[in-house]
């Protein structure tokens, strides 16, 4: 079994850019094996023929059972040449291991392993590991969570390893997420030459009333431990080439990002009677999108805070900011948290870990299992 530092590194060198798995499920399951874990490989295909590797390991039958969820697909490293260090090649620089994913989040994965690797516990620890969260997140979480239950595989408590870390290693946790959606908002009219416009019928001036009355009013002002809900635009296209055509029609996307004051429904009910009220035809359509979370208080947070205070001498705040994860879909079937390593570097390039910090959290990770099944 690899030291934290080798493992970090050697999943960093798995070009597992999503949903392409590379070999990183085949080589967890047989770290994970050699630790005593039983390991199910659970692949699902996409739409688009390409499989998503998942991977849910437990180690004990009894209860409790201590989840760790995480994933090992990344974003695109982008141009390569931009990078101060091959995006894939894990160097050791200046005390930290660069490359794509060593925040977000395959350093996490080394250091709960290497946490468990030292943790003589009751109950059961498992890991949830997928490969899709960075994609569609359609193929991964999400269906393995529908096995957990075909299988009666009861999770008490669920840490997801995503970079929660704001300046400091340890001083966030986060404990929901706000709820995500889009809206697409299309105004059709006539195409025509500019010096004919009476022959033609402009849609772009009716598309600017409409986006004026969506982003005049404030949703509201927030809600226990969340930011206010916030509409946003951000695209507004006509696929006009030409300067002297009058276009057919012209398309806006928007995201709203909200809190508990509202669901999804009520938001999409708020936003066509604030459309309507500009009186002037328009199409929408809101693809899927997701709800807003909060964890509510539990024991098993506060150990997690008592455990970062111990290794780190401060408290964690509780937040909900940031985007989405696939905590979202685990909030369905146990309490769930997010905590992991600091975050600024995530999705960039030249992304790296510093050594402290990964031997901070796995101090963090190991003390948390202990204090969990005290
Ligand atoms: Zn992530």
Not at 262 to 268: E, G, K, Y
């Amino acid at each position: 079994m690899l030291n934290l530092i080798d493992l970090c590194q050697k999943l960093i060198r798995f070009q597992s850019t999503t949903p392409q798995d590379d070999g990183i499920m085949d080589f967890l399951v047989q770290t994970l094996d050699s630790l005593g874990f039983c390991c199910h490989l659970l692949p699902y295909t996409n739409e688009d023929g390409s499989v998503v590797h998942n991977l849910y390991a437990r180690r004990g039958t009894d209860s409790p059972n201590l989840c760790f969820a995480g994933h090992v697909d990344v974003v695109p490293s982008g141009v390569e040449s931009s990078w101060s260090h091959p995006p894939f090649a894990a160097n050791i620089h200046d005390g930290a291991i660069w490359g794509r994913g060593a925040v977000d989040m395959k350093g996490a994965i080394a250091a709960f392993i290497s946490a468990v690797k030292n943790s003589d516990h009751k109950g059961s620890i498992s890991l949830l590991i997928t490969g899709d969260e960075e994609g569609a997140a359609t193929h991964g979480t999400v269906k393995v969570i529908e096995w957990l239950k075909e299988h009666n595989e009861v999770i008490d408590f669920c840490i997801v390893g995503e970079p929660t870390s704001d300046k400091l290693i340890g001083d966030t946790i986060k404990v929901g997420r706000r709820g995500s959606f889009s809206g697409i908002l299309t105004v059709t009219g006539i195409q025509g030459h500019v010096a004919y416009p009476h022959k033609a019928y402009n849609p772009i001036p009716n598309m600017l009333k409409l986006l004026t009355a969506l982003n005049a009013a404030a949703l509201d002002t927030g809600y226990d431990r969340f930011q206010p809900s916030n509409l946003e635009i951000t695209s507004i296209d006509v696929g006009n080439a030409a300067s002297n055509v009058i276009p057919e029609s012209i398309r806006a996307k928007f995201n709203i990002r909200f809190n508990p004051n509202f669901t999804r429904l009520s938001l999409i009910e708020h936003i066509q009677s604030t459309l309507n009220a500009v009186d002037v035809p328009y199409t929408l359509d809101f693809p899927k999108g997701s709800e807003p979370f909060l964890t509510s208080a539990h024991p098993s947070m506060d150990k997690l805070s008592q455990a970062i205070q111990e290794e780190t001498g401060s408290s964690p705040e509780y937040s909900t900011s940031g985007g989405t994860s696939d905590a979202r879909f685990i909030k369905d079937i146990a309490p769930v948290v997010e905590f992991g390593l600091i975050n600024s570097l995530a999705h960039k390039v030249d992304e790296r870990v510093s050594l402290k910090d990964l031997e901070v959290l796995t101090r963090i990770y190991k003390r948390f299992i202990d204090l969990y099944f005290a």
